[in-house]
């Protein structure tokens, strides 16, 4: 047994030795990409259930590589996030989307535009001058412009969490709970702040219509949206049963495959919808 243990503890470390060997491969080459402007931002629109109009875009990140491939945000987010290139990356795509969002603005489309936040780039106390400078000199209209923070941003310091969002709102943005029923949740914490929409994670979506806790639980949060007058927007939505059963339950906007994957700005005009004016 000794033996078997000495042995596991061998393999145990070497992979930890290969994971961190990883990580710091992958935080150089963050550092190079920074340099080199390697990131790009893929758009993926919000449709209106209803009128199948699209009214806004959820911004992610995308890594193209001097080879080529295109890293997804899973594979460098939490590396960006644990180094604390995140605060500058992050600060790139608030310029990028706004820039992006002057644009849809200035061809006389009205549409929300959706920014990811990270832990860090929340708990910067530059947030919200970077943001304000942006709106500035992007000219965009504040109130296009959501910011999707997590429930667990939310969980640590409450007063410092309030009090960054309230900065944020000041400037006229609007604040959405991302992933929403995947962390803490908890109904009195909703109350105390100042958000504007849920976003109901795509985890409690896919399994519609086969599994019946997740149904119950997205009627529910669209439920609880309603009751507290904030929008509520379902994610990954990728069958038509889903868009149906939203719709019977009243969540109109969404967010998924059925309707687009994210796109590069110049393929979003090949889309079959009519963009809200
Ligand atoms: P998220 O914010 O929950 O974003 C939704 C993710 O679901 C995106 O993955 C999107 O491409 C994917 N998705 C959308 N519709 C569907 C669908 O119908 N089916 C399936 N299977 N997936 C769908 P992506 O782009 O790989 O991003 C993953 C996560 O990385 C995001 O989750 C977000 O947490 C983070 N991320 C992405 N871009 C940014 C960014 O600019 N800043 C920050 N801080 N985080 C980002
Ligand atoms: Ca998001
Ligand atoms: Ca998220
Ligand atoms: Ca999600």
Not at 17 to 34: F, G, H, P, V, Y
Not at 107 to 129: A, E, H, K, W
Not at 185 to 195: D, G, H
Not at 257 to 265: G, H, Q, T
Request: aromatic share 10%.
């Amino acid at each position: 047994a000794k033996a078997r243990g000495k042995n596991t503890f061998h393999f145990f470390s070497q992979d930890l030795n290969d994971a961190a060997n990883e990580r710091l491969q992958i935080e150089n080459q963050l550092r190079e990409a920074i340099r080199e402007n390697q990131f790009l931002l893929y758009f993926q629109p919000k449709v209106d259930i209803r009128t199948e109009i699209i009214t806004g875009y959820e911004t992610l990140i995308r890594w193209l590589r001097p080879d080529n491939t295109l890293v997804p945000p899973v594979k460098f987010i939490p590396v960006a996030e644990s180094t604390g290139l995140i605060v500058q990356i992050g600060e790139w795509i608030i310029w990028e989307a706004c820039r992006f969002l002057a644009r849809q603005q200035s061809r006389g489309y009205d549409v929300t535009l959706s920014i990811n936040l990270s832990v860090r780039q929340f708990n910067d106390q530059d947030l919200p001058l970077i943001v304000e400078r942006v709106l500035k000199r992007t000219g965009v209209k504040p109130r296009a412009v959501i910011f999707e923070i997590t429930e667990s941003m939310l969980m640590g310091d409450t007063d410092a969490a309030i009090n960054q969002l309230n900065q944020l709102k000041r400037l006229g943005v609007s604040l959405s709970i991302d992933d929403f029923g995947t962390g803490y949740s908890s109904l009195s914490y909703l109350k105390r702040f100042p958000v504007d929409e849920l976003k109901i994670d795509r985890s409690f979506v896919k399994d519609i219509p086969q599994d019946r806790n997740d149904m119950d639980i997205v009627a529910a949060i669209i439920a609880m949206a309603q009751k507290m007058n904030l929008r509520v927007v379902a994610e990954g939505v990728e069958t038509a049963q889903q868009v149906e059963f939203l719709r019977n339950n009243g969540c109109f906007e969404v967010q998924g495959y059925f309707y687009s994957m994210p796109l590069a700005e110049q393929e979003l005009s090949q889309l079959n919808y009519t963009v809200n004016t």
